[in-house]
Nanobody, 125 residues
Framework: QVQLVESGGGLVQAGGSLRLSCAAS????????TSWFRQTPGKERTFVAC????????YYADSVKGRFTISRDSAKNTVYLQMNSLKPEDTAVYYC??????????????????WGQGTQVTVSS
């Protein structure tokens, strides 16, 4: 069993930066994907970024490429999402997710076994 707890959300002006953290308790296997999704009211949860715990590959949604960076600290069992050059359209609740899946499913929310409770990110214009 894995539990995920996000932190680091908040209010920031457009062009600013935030770093989200996702602390995992329980064992994260090297085959697990750890990812970030986001969701706005009335819309489906959408993929933001993914990396496998082995650290070999990272994937990003086109909308965040070049601005967001996913990383992890194995010693702390924590995954991060560094968000730079934030835009108002980045406003959402951001969720951390993890689970055993292949890279072909990395962007599919239904493929993940474990989810955090979410953290709100609000970008003002």
């Amino acid at each position: 069993q894995v539990q995920l707890v996000e932190s680091g959300g908040g209010l920031v002006q457009a062009g600013g930066s935030l770093r989200l953290s996702c602390a995992a308790s329980g064992r994260i296997f090297s085959s697990y994907a750890t990812s970030w999704f986001r969701q706005t009211p009335g819309k489906e949860r959408t993929f933001v970024a993914c990396m496998f715990w082995s650290g070999e590959n990272k994937y990003y949604a086109d909308s965040v490429k070049g601005r967001f960076t996913i990383s992890r600290d194995s010693a702390k069992n924590t995954v991060y999402l560094q968000m730079n050059s934030l835009k108002p359209e980045d406003t959402a609740v951001y969720y951390c997710a993890a689970g055993p899946l292949g890279y072909w499913s990395a962007s599919e929310s239904g493929a993940y076994r474990y989810w955090g409770q979410g953290t709100q990110v609000t970008v003002s214009s």
